[in-house]
Nanobody
């Protein structure tokens, strides 16, 4: 059973920094490909949106709203992905979710997560 556990959320003033961590434990019951891990967020009253993703080959992508401020990284030995968030803005306030894409060999990677963490609250005040 796959579990994703986020940590590092909290409250900070605009312009400040936070670092989120997500540790993955367990594996699917089937033979799988580790396609990548990602961070999503759901701002108050809005839809969930992709913040950043890191693929198994190390390539990354970011939402335009966070480029230059957020950095995603990983520690493969610890099965952990991080999101360093700098120069935070009030509009970054959201519940942040860790996600993983662990696809079966038959399915292959489709750039869409299939496992989710519980989420961690990030609140940025002015």
């Amino acid at each position: 059973r796959v579990q994703l556990v986020e940590s590092g959320g909290g409250s900070v003033q605009a312009g400040g920094s936070l670092k989120l961590s997500c540790a993955r434990s367990g594996s699917p019951s089937y033979s799988f490909i580790h396609c990548g891990m990602a961070w999503y967020r759901r701002p108050p009253g809005k839809e969930r949106e992709l913040v950043s993703r890191i693929n198994v080959d190390g390539t990354t992508k970011y939402a335009d709203s966070v480029k230059g401020r957020f950095t995603i990284s990983r520690d493969n030995a610890k099965n952990t992905v991080y999101l360093q968030m700098n120069r935070l803005k009030t509009e970054d306030t959201a519940v942040y979710y860790c996600a993983a894409e662990l696809r079966s060999l038959d399915e292959g990677c489709i750039d869409k997560p299939d496992y989710w963490g519980q989420g961690t609250q990030v609140t940025v005040s002015s």
